[in-house]
């Protein structure tokens, strides 16, 4: 439901990844931002409407994403695709935090798109380490997203990991991703996708920053 920006971002990406997908939006305008290649199906209605999501396919849908600019609008809607039909993958988009955190404790999984947005740049300017791009609900494990600094430069990822404490769950090179093995050697540029346990991560920094020690 949505047909804005995100929405039919979300509708392309879907598409090109083969999944059918159906997009609501109350102004049948809104369509055009899907362009001429898009296949699915393009419904004019209100979102939370049991009518029109029935028409849109609800009946069939493994998921539903409520990303219009309306938050009352975007609960109402997943309310009815999970309460009503049963949809249990429902997400809904919500510009007010606090409604947020009030919705996901109800089960509605919310994207609060001020939040999420203040987040993304909190990680991107502050040193790395200072706050994590994930930590599990527990607080025990975290995931950092870092460049390999240039004293691991043609290490091997395995004296890394031992000496750090994390592991490398994997590195995007080139633009590609790949599964490191023991025998990997760090290259300039590697973006490195740490799993650290919290309790541990100001030493595996200080390694990160200090370099390897020599064996």
Known sequence: MGCGRVGSTLARSLEDRNH?????DSE????????PGFNGDKIAGMGFDQEVLEKAGIRRADAFAAVSSGDNSNIIAARVARE????QQVVARIYDPGRAEVYQRLGITTVATVKWTADQVLRRILPAGAEPDFRDPSGTVRVDHITVPDAWIGQKTIDLQLQSTSRIAWIDRLGEGMLPTRETILQEGDMLHLVI?????????AVLDKGPEES
């Open 20 to 24: 059918t997908v159906s997009v609501i």
């Open 28 to 35: 049948p305008d809104a369509f055009r931002r899907l362009g």
């Open 84 to 87: 009503t039909f049963g949809i």
């Open 197 to 205: 346990r919290e309790q541990m991560a100001a030493h595996t920094f």
